[in-house]
């Protein structure tokens, strides 16, 4: 059982490239998000998903582009990078009920030159 | 909208110590509030959380909480530190059980001094 799975771990991007990070879940959770990590801001959410089709706005979500075509695949777009995006993000899964609470994912460290 | 502040970046115990992380939050509903260790280059581990019911609750590795309304806080405790207890903690607030979205406080980095 995998959990949350994220690709890839490290990345180096160049100002103006765009790439997807990429994050799939193997539990049949319905919830998904995306959150970014910086030194001394703790989590922040980016954009987050309630079920296939279905997708939202987080607290942060200028630059970033998400879409939510199966329940298992959650990627996250960058359209043209920018240094103030890097950052470490985690992929995330959610379950309801007595199992509600997210597992996160190992995360992707993003440099941006 | 629900926010989250841990007081103190960083707290140093000796092991065999008490280990005592504050939370405190702020929401308009009664919220689930969670608690997670994040080990150095590692994602985001559930310690414990709070839904409803008792409101001291317990998780992994030694640690609970107890969630105090009159306070809106939901402080971590363990009684005993060990070496293996250093790491960042974040405590996460949500506004109940149709809210996904989780905020996160800033974290509280724990050492352990042998």
Redesign the interface.
């Known amino acids: 059982n995998a959990g949350?799975t994220q690709t890839p771990k490290f990345q180096v991007l160049k100002t103006g490239q765009s790439m997807t990070l990429q994050c799939a879940q193997d539990m049949n959770h319905e919830?998904m998000?995306w959150?970014r990590q910086d030194p001394?801001?703790?989590?922040?959410?980016i954009h987050?998903s309630?079920g296939a089709g279905i997708t939202d706005q987080?607290e942060v979500p200028n630059g970033y582009n998400v879409s939510r075509s199966t329940t298992e695949d959650f990627p996250l777009r960058l359209l043209s990078a920018a240094p103030s995006q890097t950052s470490v993000y985690?992929c995330?899964s959610?379950g309801?009920g007595e199992t509600?609470?997210?597992?996160?994912?190992?995360?992707t460290r993003l440099t941006v030159v | 909208a629900q926010s989250?502040t841990q007081l103190g970046?960083h707290v140093s115990v000796s092991e065999g110590a008490l280990v005592l992380l504050r939370c405190n939050y702020s929401s308009s509903v009664p919220p689930?509030l969670?608690w997670?260790v994040q080990y150095p280059n590692?994602?985001?581990?559930?310690l414990l959380?709070y839904?409803t019911g008792a409101t001291l609750v317990k998780g992994i590795n030694g640690f609970e909480a107890e969630f105090k309304k009159s306070e809106t806080s939901f402080h971590l405790t363990k009684p005993s530190a060990h070496m293996s207890d250093a790491a960042e903690y974040?405590c996460?607030v949500s506004e109940g059980?149709n809210d996904?979205?989780?905020?996160?406080?800033?974290?509280t980095t724990v050492t352990v001094r042998a």
Do not use: E, I, P, W
């Open positions: 949350v919830y998000s959150y001394g801001m703790g989590l922040r959410l987050y309630v987080g985690f995330a959610g309801t509600y609470g997210y597992t996160f994912g190992s995360g | 989250v970046s689930y969670f997670y590692q994602g985001l581990q559930l959380k839904t974040f996460a059980s996904y979205k989780l905020s996160f406080g800033a974290g």
